[in-house]
């Protein structure tokens, strides 16, 4: 019996077995009945053979970029472990001059193979004809192996590009809204295709043919209060409407709001006031520094102050006298604008608008010292703010004796937010002509709670639902709480027409460690900002005060003479607040020197001039970067 290999076939659909074959051995003679003489044969496992894997088929991909151009790129599809890397690719390409239906031979493209780096070829100065030439192409790799599987075919043929709609706009935004009228602004990328751009409500055209070349258009005939709801701008070309911007939102004034000039100050602390003795209003704490200042002559004379008594209480300390307080107001504006003493003459003060606080950020001292309840208001309101009003107001025969001063109070947004503000501010608000916040932006100060949770310059938010949020509803409370004191006043007072008068205080910058830029740029904003919440709430925002002092705390070093608050800090030579902010002692090179930066003061007393919300405004190139990424720019209206 000869040693065989049997091999049964096997069925594939069924299963089952077909034929049998089998392995005798080698053929070596035959018998004379013609069978086989065959040798045994010495089977032997040696194991699978490796050999080397070619190159798999790449994926290709193209377009053509203009007529006579083709591009094409590949994508390597994964080898089988083991497969050799490839060390080139062969593209080759063949053309069709009748759309297709017959082709000429494949041939290498120019410079075929290429570098196993190449994944890409761009081919110029094809040929054209009528029709426009068809191109096939198609590559393969190449390794140790040897030449891999060619890739699928790509065939490209120049179309005339068709007019596609145009892409939306973006940075939709709304400026200056009145009663009847709103302020909207766009910006677009270029296209010689659009012809004009219309304004939508939802996907309802409400304004249409805007001029092509508008980035901005001012909404008219409004009704007054309605609200109007997913407003979205779109440009038009002959292919039809572009996808829409972003949309707004927004509510209209139920009466026009007040016209006013925003003034701009400083803090008459110790400290340098910002490079310059020239602000058209001081914020000042103590009775010498009132007189210093309100005795000037000249660029320097100030046209507004606010004061506020020695101390931080109100008039009258914890158990105001009605007639105590009222006295001593009457003494002391007629020594500001009548009598003087010594060198103290009326004619340095006259005209100047003295604005007097009842306190410093009182409440939560003197008869407002927390907690609050119902005595302490009473006495408050009508013992305090009441001979505080009636001494200001005070007249004979219907004629003002002071008619330059007002009584005034200063509470801060952050008292408010923690609930201090508004129970006394609302029964006190007949007697109050204007209200001024301390505004204390997150991160203001280097001591400040957020500044090591929130070391950025925070973005204000304008939706009122954020009002009690710590960082972005700082600049919204203010705006909110004066507009119910004005409300409530308009009840007391019996009189419908009563505005409130609003000024804001306390502003500063943090040092936040970035570029220099970014301080100018945001206080610009701000200051847009708060006179587009003022307009927004038809209230007169009259005088606005940059917080000027600096304090060393938590381990930061700061240098006395560049104080990362005082906006004196962005002047050469001691501008980079890089170094203010941890540990520099300083400033680093580059940023000092750049003429068309202006620094934070410049940009707060010239804010118009940089927030683009208004016409006529521009910006460095230094701004380019602004706002910065850390912001909460979904809260706010960047510029």
């Given amino acids: 019996m000869s040693d065989f290999i049997g091999f049964v076939e096997i069925d594939n ?178 296209d010689t295709t659009v012809t004009k751009f219309g304004i939508f409500r939802g996907s309802t055209l409400v304004v249409d043919n805007i001029p092509a070349s508008a980035r901005s258009y001012d909404w008219l005939n409004l009704t007054a209060g309605s609200t109007q709801t997913n407003i979205n701008v779109r440009r038009w070309n002959a292919a039809g409407w572009s996808p829409a911007s972003n ?142 009003y009636d001494a200001v107001h005070y007249a004979v025969n219907g004629v003002r004796r002071y008619p330059d001063a007002k009584a005034g109070v200063n509470p801060t947004q952050e008292h408010d937010r923690k609930g201090h503000v508004l129970g006394w501010l609302l029964p006190a608000a007949q007697y109050i002509d204007i209200i001024v916040w301390s505004l204390y932006p997150p991160g203001r100060g280097v001591n400040d709670i957020d500044l090591s949770r929130n070391p950025r310059l925070d973005w204000p938010s304008f939706n009122p639902a954020d009002r009690m949020n710590r960082q972005i509803g700082f600049l919204l409370r203010g705006f909110m709480s004066t507009k119910e004191a004005e409300a409530r006043a308009r009840i007391d007072k019996g009189d419908p027409t009563f505005r409130m008068e609003m000024g804001v205080g306390e502003i500063g910058i943090a040092s936040d460690p970035d570029d220099r830029s970014q301080r100018p740029y945001y206080a610009a904003h701000l200051m847009g900002s708060i006179y587009l919440l003022a307009r927004q709430f038809a209230l007169r925002c009259t005088g606005v005060c940059w917080w000027d002092n600096a304090t060393i705390e ?53 804010w118009q001039n940089y927030d683009k919300r208004f016409p006529g405004s521009s910006q460095p190139a230094q701004w380019a970067g602004n706002p910065k990424s850390s912001w909460n720019q979904p809260y706010g209206t960047p510029i």
């Fill in 247 to 388: 949309t707004l939102t927004f509510t209209l004034l139920a009466e026009e709001p007040p016209e006013f000039d925003m003034m701009i100050g400083c803090s008459a602390s110790d400290n340098d006031h910002g490079g310059t003795e020239q602000w058209p209003l001081w914020r000042m704490y103590r009775r010498d520094k009132l007189y210093s200042i309100a005795n000037r002559s000249g660029l320097t004379r100030p046209q507004r102050v606010y004061y506020s008594q020695d101390g931080g209480e109100p008039l009258g300390g914890n158990n105001p006298d009605y007639a105590t307080v009222y006295n001593h107001v009457r003494e002391e504006l007629d020594r500001f604008y009548y009598t003087g003493v010594g060198s103290d003459t009326r004619s340095a003060r006259w005209g100047i608008e003295k604005v007097w606080l009842n306190g410093n950020e009182m409440s939560d001292q003197g008869v407002l010292s927390l907690p609050h309840n119902s005595t302490k208001i009473n006495l408050f309101v009508n013992q305090s703010q009441k001979a505080l």
């Fill in 554 to 606: 938590q381990g930061y070093t700061i240098v006395t003479t560049r104080k990362p608050h005082n906006i004196l800090s962005d002047e050469p030579p001691n501008s980079d607040h890089l170094h203010m902010a941890i540990g520099g002692t300083a400033p680093a090179a580059g940023n000092n020197t750049i003429a068309t930066n202006p620094s934070t003061m410049t940009a707060i007393r010239n």
């Fill in 13 to 190: 659909d069924t299963g089952a077995r077909k034929g049998a074959l089998q392995l005798l051995g080698q053929l070596v003679g035959l018998t004379e009945e013609g069978e086989g003489i065959y040798r045994n044969l010495n089977v032997s496992y040696l194991g699978p053979k490796t050999l080397p894997l070619l190159p798999a088929a790449p994926t290709l991909s193209g377009t053509m970029p203009a007529r006579n151009q083709s591009q094409v790129q590949w994508t390597a599809t994964p080898d089988v472990p083991g497969t050799p890397a490839v060390t080139a690719w062969q593209v080759e390409r063949r053309s069709s001059t009748n759309n297709g239906v017959s082709f000429g031979a494949w041939g290498a493209t120019s410079g075929s193979p290429y570098g196993s780096n190449i994944l890409s070829l761009l081919e110029s100065n094809l040929d054209t004809g009528t029709p426009e030439i068809q191109w096939q192409y198609r590559v393969r790799g190449v390794n140790a192996a040897g030449v891999g599987e060619w890739s699928n075919i790509v065939a490209l043929q120049w179309v005339s590009t068709p007019l596609q709609q145009p892409t939306a706009p973006t940075s939709f935004a709304r400026g200056i809204v009145g009663s009847t009228s709103v302020g909207l602004s766009w910006l677009a990328t270029e």
